[in-house]
């Protein structure tokens, strides 16, 4: 819960922040746009004991309003299991954790912080395996290069009756601009 009030309060302040800062300035994106991309996830806490790095893809779409944009996700990221040696009754055994995969629908919005960088906060739901998936939330900065290249990295947790697992993802995307706004 601490982690979902840093990442509120984080937007809040960025969106101050963005909203004051002049009106000439270039939007993160001047139409609504779709990106697809690739994403590699790094495990964090008891989750990087039992998982290797997650490899999967997510596709973005952005709808400008006010200083940036409304932002909806979807993705599909996959962890191989872990393995491990024990000793049972004198004999070393290897056991190898199974895979789990996560399934993120987020919705976030987009701050832009001026010359193609931006935060974005991001809450949603995942489906998942062997994690059970729960409720989700992102805290991403990221880098669009005019307007067709996405570059970002985030923390984002998955969180379901008191246990949590959480993971830094690295994104690199392929912006698609729909038309005008």
């Known amino acids: 819960m601490k982690k979902l009030v840093l990442i509120l309060a984080l937007g809040t302040f960025v969106s ?3 909203s004051a800062q002049q009106k ?20 964090m806490g008891d989750f990087a004991d039992v998982s290797k790095t997650g490899f999967g893809g997510t596709a973005k779409f952005a709808y400008p309003a006010g200083p940036g944009a409304v932002t909806v996700t979807a993705g599909y990221i996959s962890f191989s299991g872990k393995s491990h040696t024990v000793n049972v009754g004198g004999t070393q055994m ?3 954790g199974s895979s789990t995969y996560l ?3 987020k919705a976030g919005y987009r701050f832009n912080l001026g010359q193609g960088f931006g935060i974005e906060p991001q809450l949603g739901y995942s489906v998942g395996k062997n994690s059970g998936g729960g409720f989700t939330y992102a ?6 290069i005019n307007n067709q290249v996405d570059i970002s990295a ?9 246990t949590s697992l959480s993971f830094i993802g690295f994104r690199v995307a392929y912006n698609f601009s729909l038309g005008s706004k």
């Open 24 to 43: 000439d300035e270039k939007k993160l994106t001047d139409a609504p746009s779709i990106s697809i991309g690739a994403d590699v996830a790094l495990p």
């Open 103 to 105: 399934m993120p629908f």
């Open 94 to 96: 290897t056991i190898t």
């Open 16 to 18: 101050v922040t963005a």
């Open 154 to 162: 985030r923390y984002e947790g998955v969180s379901k009756s008191g």
């Open 139 to 144: 805290g991403q900065i990221g880098y669009l």
